[in-house]
T-cell receptor, first 113, second 112 residues
């Protein structure tokens, strides 16, 4: 079956702009989590959505937001971009509700100039 | 979630078994041990998980000590494609908790 897909794969923005990233989970998966990976902070949890509701949230400012649609596809938005937002943004999907694995997408590489 | 400690880097000869240790001395009874790996700039890949019994799948074996305070991931016959950063993660498995807390991991280099 198809894996987790993320679009776009690469993105260049300038400070102050906003950006929207998209994630399509594996068919049947209802949970989508987002992570930010930077060389300095490593992999950090942003938030998780399940059935169109945000269920968990990491320690990121309100500029980072997300949503999930009825087909489980998810988007995350970053407003008023800062240089420090340059990172690899990863999403992961899972069936949820048990000790199963999470499947990660290839990520979106965001560069803020 | 309990904190984990891993060595920052390890080398292993191609064809030999790679043994990656992880310390999780504050683990709780309802926390599972997960292993993921990340090959350069790709998304992390699930390897294996366990609660208290040893586990084996087609990729690796997971050995958890009886007191559950540490574990070892074993790649039985390492290949060059196993060069990656390996993350040991402890997670409470609960409906509503999908959060994975990644540490700094172990950078494993397979030497030809």
């Amino acid at each position: 079956k198809a894996g987790v897909t993320q679009t776009p794969r690469y993105l260049i923005k300038t400070r102050g702009q906003q950006v929207t990233l998209s994630c399509s989970p594996i068919s049947g998966h209802r949970s989508v989590s987002w992570y930010q990976q930077t060389p300095g902070q490593g992999l950090q949890f942003l938030f998780e959505y399940f059935s169109e509701t945000q269920r968990n949230k990491g320690n990121f400012p309100g500029r980072f937001s997300g949503r999930q649609f009825s087909n489980s596809r998810s988007e995350m938005n970053v407003s008023t971009l800062e240089l420090g937002d340059s990172a690899l943004y990863l999403c992961a999907s899972s069936l949820t509700g048990g000790p199963g694995e999470q499947f990660f997408g290839p990520g979106t590489r965001l560069t803020v100039l | 979630d309990a904190k984990t400690t891993q060595p920052p880097s390890m080398d292993c000869a191609e064809g030999r078994a790679a043994n990656l240790p992880c310390n999780h001395s504050t683990i709780s009874g309802n926390e599972y041990v997960y292993w993921y790996r990340q090959i350069h700039s790709q998304g992390p890949q699930y390897i294996i998980h366990g609660l208290k019994n040893n586990e084996t799948n087609e990729m690796a074996s997971l050995i958890i000590t009886e007191d559950r305070k540490s574990s070892t991931l074993i790649l039985p016959h390492a290949t060059l494609r196993d060069t990656a950063v390996y993350y040991c993660i402890v997670r409470v498995v609960d409906f509503g908790n999908e959060k994975l807390t990644f540490g700094t991991g172990t950078r494993l280099t397979i030497i030809p």
